[in-house]
């Protein structure tokens, strides 16, 4: 850390490139920048997903929407951000002004950094993949080739070749031989293409434009110079588009892969509760999936007094039995409370239900000693029953305020002194209910996910029961299949094993035999 981010510091702007739209594409810096600062002030063509991920990890920083939307009367004026920018940092804050792409290419950076110099506000540069080269990346489209292409020129497409004023020397641009990578300008490609082949360019040139590149909803046509404003057109192709001129295009045919990724231009939704959404989410977009996060369930922790008491008598038991994630993340949660760790937990066997609480307690340093195929209580029972170190044994189970009996009343009728410690209960959450109901009503939802019972039950609460049956589901297992099915929802695959990795290979099985 500097001086100047320094706590009690004078307030400074960083200049954040966000880039073209994959969040993952987001450099380390901008990331830790969003993590610590007090304000955002973001473009339109910033992912919102960058900044809904900065409020979560940054629960108090304030967020101003400041994009520019095409000349929209709703797009706030260049001074205005500026005047913004100044007053939060004269008011000693921290302020991110995150752009898309890179700030310095075609992003106004410098000028909101001239204003900022001018008013003797600090401010650091941090710049972003930009959309030229990711755009066509992600098409699969290399700006630059050898023995294709040695140069590269970014061009703004707002540049009119018919006007008098323009700074572009178009013929020169033609003979270059190089690509030529236009950013925006959809409405002025038609007289671009016209004034390069005026200048000298075949007409046959290959001509590729990427709309919404890296994100999801990427689209990709390709033509000639001569054509590409008619296929546009012809397409629907509209803004944000990267435009590329070159022989590299042709270089699509091989290079193509975002667009072959199993899940590309399918809408996924994740219904987990909001702490635990990121694996699955970022296991589907990996994928090329459109993921719409519903956090159908919000984990709210219980009176913690049992639990701690529990982990101070932990020698009594014989075995732990953990059916959740957040089980095991409250009980050592308990644990550091007491000033205890794993080592208090060396006398006792421990049972999980399913590999992803079996994965939350090994992240702990702790292997669990039974863990079921199947993620259901009855698994983990007969797993434990044909064992012969649990009959007539103390067992202490961790578990949700409205878990099912099955599995502590099994455990009695072997013999078994079960105390069952209520950590936490399950509560819907509506976040993101209404962009999911838009999206449904349209029919713009390929599949739902779900990791539980509960998760159904709060997914049907959240967009209501018509709606909820209006895509196919994907489960996890068999008792959330059986709670997918009470609610009247297509399923449409179902996990082999309780575990993330099995979840996507089922919604990817599941796309397969839907296509």
Partial sequence: ????????????????????????????RGRE????????????????AIVSAARMENPGVEVH????????????????????????????????????GDPLVFGRGSE???????????????????AGVAAPAYAGIPVTHRGVATSVTFVTGHEDPAKAETQTDWSALARTGGTIVLYMGVKSLPRIASALMAGGMSPDTPAAAVQWGTHPRQRT??????????????????????TVIGAVVALRTELAWFDRLPLFGRRIVVTRASAQATGLRDALAALGADVLELPALRIEPLDAAPLAA????????????????????????????????????????????????????????????????????????????????????RVLHVAAAAARSVLPDGLRALGCAVDVVHAYRTVSGGDGAETLRAALERGEVDAATFASASAVRGYVDAVGPDLARRAPAVSIGPVTSEAIREAGILLAAESTAASIESLVAAVVASMRGAS
Wanted: proline share 3%; aromatic share 2%.
């Fill in 1 to 28: 850390m500097t001086e100047r981010e320094r706590p009690g510091a004078k307030g400074i702007v960083h200049l954040v490139g966000a880039g073209p739209g994959d969040p993952g594409l987001l450099t380390v």
């Fill in 33 to 48: 920048l969003l993590a610590r600062c007090d304000a955002i002030a973001a473009d339109a063509l910033a992912n919102p």
């Fill in 221 to 242: 046509v390709t033509a000639t110079v001569a054509t590409i404003a008619d296929v546009i057109a012809r397409e629907g192709i509209g803004a944000p588009v990267i």
């Fill in 310 to 393: 529990a982990v101070r008598q932990l020698e009594r038991y014989r075995w732990v039995v953990f059916t959740s994630q957040n089980a095991v993340a409250l009980t050592w949660a308990a644990l550091r409370e007491a000033g205890l760790d794993a080592r208090a937990l060396a006398a006792c066997r421990v049972a999980c239900v399913g590999k992803s609480t079996a994965d939350a307690l090994l992240a702990h340093g702790l292997a669990a000693d039974v863990v079921p195929a199947r993620f259901v209580a009855e698994a983990v029972l007969d797993s434990l029953a044909a064992r012969d170190d649990v009959r007539g044994s």
């Fill in 112 to 130: 909101e950094a001239q204003a900022l110099a001018a008013a003797g506000i600090a401010f650091e540069l941090v710049p972003g993949v930009t």
């Fill in 65 to 100: 929407d400041v994009g520019k939307r095409g000349g929209s009367s709703e797009s706030a004026s260049q001074d205005s951000i500026n005047d913004l920018l100044i007053r939060l940092a004269r008011d000693g804050k921290r302020v991110v002004r995150l752009k898309g």
